[in-house]
């Protein structure tokens, strides 16, 4: 069954403006990642953050967990037309397999 | 240099025929995945190979036949295929228990 739940499922931004997007999950896991995906692309790995950290960023990426809420926190600050993308968390449970299960997606749009 | 890759690009087939798709990585990774996006951008996985061992097997329909030669590649192969089965299909990779998967670009399968 799918995993996570991302909302917004659609933003639209105006350049140098902060665009934030939520994930939601349902089950433990051991690491959270976010994905970006442009149009017509594969999925490019962002970032990655453990089940034992609650903030990290990466430039002007800054992602947050909550493991007690079950949910993620993907803050892109000062955003650019080529940003616009979309947005998938994914949860490792962990064992012998990376297995990522991923959510529904944000589509970001950053206007000029 | 391509880190992983896969062909063809754009597969456009009629139904109950037989394909294949096949994907390469030369990132040195010893697990590869399949995973198939559909027209609203759910991303499933649906196998997993570590050293040429078979470690996730989704529950997907026993059409789909997935072979790895060795460790470096992962190919996917379809029996008689169904309008369903139009999609996108991804090929990733990693390095076991590391978490991050790298994406290749997708093949873009179309069942008339």
């Known amino acids: 069954s799918q995993q996570g739940e991302e909302d917004p499922q659609a933003l639209s931004i105006q350049e140098g403006e902060n665009a934030t997007m939520n994930c939601s999950y349902k089950?433990?896991?051991?690491?959270l990642q976010w994905y970006r995906q442009n149009s017509g692309r594969g999925l490019v790995h962002l970032i990655l953050?453990?089940?034992?950290?609650r903030e990290k960023h990466s430039g002007r990426l800054r992602v947050t967990l909550d493991t007690s809420k079950k949910s993620s926190s993907l803050l892109i600050t000062a955003s650019r037309a080529a940003d616009t993308a979309s947005y998938f968390c994914?949860?490792?449970?962990?064992?012998?397999?990376?297995?990522?299960?991923f959510g529904t997606g944000t589509r970001l749009q950053v206007t000029l | 240099d391509t880190a992983v890759s896969q062909t063809p690009k754009y597969l456009v087939t009629q139904m109950g025929n037989d394909k294949s798709i096949k994907c390469e990585q030369n990132?040195?990774?010893?697990?590869m995945y399949w995973y198939k996006q559909d027209s609203k951008k759910f991303l499933k996985i649906m196998f997993s190979y570590n050293n040429k061992e078979l470690i996730i097997n989704e529950t997907v329909p026993n059409r789909f036949s997935p072979k790895s030669p060795d460790k470096a590649h992962l190919n996917l192969h379809i029996n008689s295929l169904e309008l369903g089965d139009s999609a996108v299909y991804f090929c990733a990779s990693s390095l076991m228990g590391v978490g991050t998967q790298y994406f290749g670009p997708g093949t873009r399968l179309l069942v008339l």
């Open positions: 994914a949860t490792d449970a962990g064992g012998t397999a990376s297995k990522l299960t």
């Open positions: 089950t433990s896991i051991n690491n």
């Open positions: 990132l040195g990774h010893d697990t």
């Open positions: 953050i453990r089940s034992n950290e």
